[in-house]
């Protein structure tokens, strides 16, 4: 691992059921500052790497290092300590359905102890405001859209000014104007906090639109990394396949 390196996985190997491994021989570096999008198949383990580099997943064998610790043999409160510097977004939305906007978003925030009360409330209404959703800080997620829920929960995510951000599938189901907003949005407040940000899709214009290094993630391995040409000179067919056809025949599990 390179002082500059923020992630670095080895050898990661993670299987649920015995003899279906979900990721296998994974290699994969990030590094301070970067912005890595990493895109894969409905079911190639997406969220699963995700979790693993968050540290709620522990692999079965390999090296995780996350933030310059080796999160394997981290002791409980070690790790709390290293996931106070990451935020996440996941997939489901994750928001507390019984809990106002302001107050889930307040909830992430309870360790940012250098902050008032009050400071804390108009740090969530700046960042609010950032995503268009000033006005929705009393309403419970029920009230809100796909879309504003998915919102809601990238505050959430960066609010705390992580060192790393994972966000999960961060446009999924919203529609093509709306996806570009909320990349660009994130972008915008990714860029404002300087934080590393490591999205995953399974959608490949989200892919690129939201980073311009894309690793692909095949049958459990970071099959290729790096901007579209990049990655289309590498020659791979299948790389080339998934990238430049749009109607894919993939299994999906
Ligand atoms: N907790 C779990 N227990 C058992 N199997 C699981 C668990 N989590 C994921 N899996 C399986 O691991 C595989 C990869 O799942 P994962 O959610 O990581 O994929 P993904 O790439 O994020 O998919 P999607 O694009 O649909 O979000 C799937 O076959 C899934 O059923
Ligand atoms: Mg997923």
Do not use: C
């Amino acid at each position: 691992m390179q002082a500059s390196d923020i992630v670095s996985l080895h050898n990661v190997h993670h299987a649920f059921l015995p003899n279906k491994p979900i990721l296998q021989e994974l290699d994969l570096k990030i590094q301070k500052g970067d912005s890595l999008t990493i895109l894969g198949p409905g079911g190639s383990g997406k969220s699963t790497l995700l979790k693993v580099i968050l540290g709620i997943i522990k692999p079965q064998s390999g090296t995780v290092q996350v933030l310059g610790k080796t999160i394997n043999n981290l002791k409980d409160h070690e790790k709390s300590e290293l996931f106070k510097k990451m935020g996440m977004a996941f997939q489901q939305g994750a928001l507390f359905d019984f809990m106002t906007v302001k107050e889930n978003i307040l909830f992430a925030m309870e360790n940012m102890t250098q902050f008032s009360k009050f400071e804390q409330e108009d740090k969530v209404k700046q960042f609010l405001s950032q995503v268009l959703l000033a006005h929705a800080a009393d309403k419970i997620p029920s009230e809100l859209s796909g879309g504003m829920r998915r919102r809601v929960g990238f505050i959430r995510a960066l609010i705390t000014n992580p060192e790393l951000a994972l966000l999960d599938e961060p446009t999924a189901g919203l529609d093509p104007v709306t996806t570009t907003i909320v990349i660009d949005m994130i972008h915008n407040i990714g860029r404002s906090i300087g934080t590393t940000m490591v999205s995953v899709t399974s959608n490949i214009d989200v892919a690129f639109r939201f980073a311009d290094n894309v690793a692909i993630l095949k049958d459990g391995r970071i099959v290729g990394k790096g901007t579209k040409e990049e990655l289309l000179s590498l020659n791979d067919p299948w790389i080339t396949n998934f990238l430049t056809i749009r109607k894919h025949n993939f299994d999906i599990s």
